[in-house]
């Protein structure tokens, strides 16, 4: 995971702060359910795509004993990744 748990809880609560001082929501549980249910969803999501990038990782790992040092790993690693979002429907 790219952010420390800290990270989340900061980026969380600065969201949750500038929601609640623009009057854009309403909460209808406590601020600190919501913020923890906003900080699992934060991490999960971050999980996800740490799970998808190791498999990107592992996929042009195979293609580039195929194809050799022919390919920019870079671009390829973006195109697995894409069509991995793709085929799981998942959201970025």
Do not use: H, P, W
Not at 30 to 45: C, P, W
């Amino acid at each position: 995971m790219r952010l420390k748990e800290f990270q989340v809880k900061q980026i969380c609560q600065k969201l949750l702060l500038t929601l609640k001082s623009k009057q854009l929501i309403n909460l209808k549980k406590s601020e600190g359910e919501v913020l923890a249910k906003m900080e699992d969803i934060f991490i999960r999501d971050l999980k996800v795509e740490d799970e998808l990038n190791r498999e990107a990782e592992k996929l042009l790992e195979q293609y580039a004993k195929q194809m050799g040092d022919k390919i920019d790993r870079q671009k390829m690693f973006q195109m697995i990744k894409k069509q991995l979002i793709k085929d799981r429907n998942l959201v970025v």
